[in-house]
């Protein structure tokens, strides 16, 4: 292992029953790095993410972030999942809370952090997402693309270090995308170490440091966004590119 | 393009009281023959109950102008063509109706617990109350405050609670019960959802046993078999039996509908509150919860309408609720024969505190949809 990856996995392996959905899987993450997965659904990408902040569990190998083993032990996960922000597909906004409210309730509850400064800080973050006019509405008011930058902003409130994106575009309308993607173009741009879960493939193409293929619960390719879209080895990658690229 | 530009109205005859009415009481032969029987039956029934409740009843004296005593005293009984409800009975009796047998000096205790009970509700059920804060912390000692007026102790008299009966009772079940069973519930909800195996198996035997078992044998069990896992000795108030098995019978109800509501709430809540490092307190209490109560509210006042109800049932281990009191009544040789007035009174007494629920169900409904925060700060 490197001295500068802040996620390193190792020969990490995942069934869901019988289903062997993560096989020798092995991704080695740089502070600053961002990384772009992507591959057919099915393929296991989500759920690689998801053993990142043990939403989901590993059952051999191991993962090691920002210098701490994920294992069964309830403090690790927890100081990981400091470290880890997270967005997802369906933006899982909290609907009883207003978007202020969303933002604060982590850094307060969590980070212990006084109720005024979390309001200024959830306000940055607003900022930064281009919505502090919509700071005192609830959730179901928003649009997809507005709670998905709310979700990202609620994810920043909490100063990780790296930033998890499960598939964040794909339940939005098409008009939606592009609010999402600019917010996630600054991130990077900011410094940010990320993974993104994406079908993006012009995103990919302007923000990774590194592409990564997975098919069938392997990586199956690793490469520069040059390579990989002009100049890939396998034939799977080629296949795929082929299929999503010419819709 | 703009040349049309006036605005359309909808037909006259769907609009107004005549389309209101074409529509809902006569669109058809069928449904304006229903509305013309129900509108015969009520020209015949209404009359009848508000001449035989109100107009020819006895209040306090008979149609000769007598103070009433006794049964025979009434209206209707000294001569069946005169004469509606006989009410004297409740104005006779009224006191046992809401205290029991309450010593009538220390009464003021009970009538100021009624008193605070209104002002511990006040916060409950306005959220825009002003110093809703305050108010609120009122209701968190209220409990206390009401233990120590009620039953004595801290400088009062104390009041054995066999002296309590009628509404007294009733409150006092209902209340606690409901206001136990609620936290009970829900720590018993998420322990049944609980991955740890103990724990899981452990809330679901115990629900399964108190839901499968009737109030009334809860009740007995509370009588008879609570004392023989106490230490020699220990006497066990019979109110506080009862008490005990009326929570532990309503918190499995109220678990299982707090179950319910933990059900519907989507798995990408949980992964989101972990994923910004709450602790399974901290998630359950901030996020999971407020939505899952919020979608329950319904079926708790539902049970909780239930229960309120099913604590007449302490009847039969000879504790004398409203209805009691009303039953005892009637066994009196003075008050033969008006169980008419004295079950519709209890009935009625019953209906409001019910509807009142009710009403406070719809409120709580309706507010929530709006989006006004609840139970989060």
């Known amino acids: ?247 | 393009m703009n040349e049309i530009n006036e605005v359309r109205k909808p037909p006259v005859a769907t609009t107004g009281i005549i389309g209101w009415l074409r529509i809902n009481l006569f669109f058809n032969w069928t449904n304006s023959l229903i509305t013309l029987f129900v509108i015969y039956c009520l020209y015949q029934f209404i009359p009848w109950i508000l001449d035989w409740t109100i107009f020819s009843a006895d209040f306090k004296y008979n149609y000769l102008g007598e103070q009433i005593t006794n049964q025979e005293m009434c209206s209707r009984n000294l001569d069946p063509e005169n004469g509606g409800a006989c009410w004297a009975v409740i104005y006779v009796r009224f006191y046992q109706f809401i205290y029991g047998f309450y010593p009538k000096v220390e009464v003021w205790r009970v009538n100021l617990a009624y008193v605070m009970l209104a002002f511990a509700l006040l916060p409950l059920l306005y959220a825009k109350l002003p110093y809703r804060k305050y108010f609120l912390y009122f209701t968190y000692i209220f409990p206390v405050i009401a233990y120590f007026l009620l039953n004595g102790g801290l400088g009062f008299t104390e009041v054995s609670t066999n002296k309590w009966g009628g509404l007294l009772v009733t409150l006092v079940l209902g209340c606690t019960g409901i206001a136990l069973a609620f936290p009970i519930g829900i720590m018993l909800a998420l322990g049944r959802r609980s991955k740890l195996p103990v724990i899981s198996m452990m809330c679901t035997l115990f629900i399964e046993f108190i839901r499968g078992v009737p109030l009334i044998t809860l009740l007995f069990f509370g009588m008879v078999m609570l004392p023989l896992f106490l230490p020699e000795g220990i006497d066990m108030d019979g109110l506080v039996r009862v008490l005990v098995a009326v929570t532990l019978f309503q918190s499995a109800y109220m678990a299982e509908v707090i179950r319910g509501g933990l059900q519907a709430i989507p798995p990408g809540q949980y992964e989101a509150a972990k994923s910004l490092g709450m602790s399974y307190w901290r998630m359950n209490l901030l996020i999971i919860l407020p939505q899952a109560i919020r979608i329950s509210i319904p079926p708790i006042v539902n049970t909780s309408i239930g229960l309120f109800k099913d604590t007449t049932l302490v009847i039969i281990v000879g504790i004398l609720d409203l209805l009691g009191i009303g039953r005892g009544t009637l066994a009196d040789t003075n008050w033969l024969g008006l169980s008419y007035e004295i079950y519709f009174f209890v009935s009625l007494v019953f209906f409001i505190f019910t509807f009142g629920m009710s009403r406070y169900s719809l409120y709580l409904e309706k507010k929530l949809k709006t989006g006004i925060n609840m139970g989060a700060e």
Request: aromatic letters at 6%; proline letters at 4%.
């Open chain 1, 1 to 247: 292992m490197s001295e500068e990856s802040i996620i390193s996995l190792k020969n990490v392996n995942k069934w869901f029953g019988d289903f062997h959905v993560l096989q020798d899987v092995n991704l080695e993450v740089k502070k600053k790095e961002r990384i772009v997965v992507c591959g057919p659904s099915g393929s296991g990408k989500s759920t690689m993410i998801r053993c990142i902040n043990r939403l989901e569990e590993h059952q051999e190998g191991s993962i090691v972030v920002d210098g701490i083993e994920l294992t069964g032990n309830l403090k690790n996960i927890d100081n990981v999942r400091k470290e880890v922000g997270m967005v997802f597909q369906q933006f899982n906004l909290f609907p009883h809370l207003s978007v202020k409210e969303n933002i604060t309730l982590a850094p307060i509850w969590v980070k212990k952090m006084p109720k005024a400064e979390a309001e200024e800080l959830a306000m940055r973050q607003l900022e930064i997402v281009k919505i502090p006019e919509q700071a005192n509405k609830y959730p179901g008011q928003l649009s997809g693309g507005q709670q998905q930058r709310v979700a990202i902003a609620r994810s920043l409130a909490m100063n990780p270090n790296i930033m998890l994106f499960d598939e964040p575009t794909s339940a939005l309308d098409p008009e939606m995308i592009k609010e999402v993607l600019d917010v996630m173009v600054d991130l990077a741009n900011g410094g940010m170490t990320m993974i993104v879960v994406t079908h993006e493939m012009g995103f990919a193409k302007t923000v990774a440091d590194r592409m990564v293929f997975m098919d069938e619960g392997k990586i199956v390719e690793e490469a520069s966004p040059d390579k990989f879209f002009n100049n890939p080895e396998s034939d799977r990658t080629k296949l795929f590119l082929s299929q999503i690229l010419h819709q």
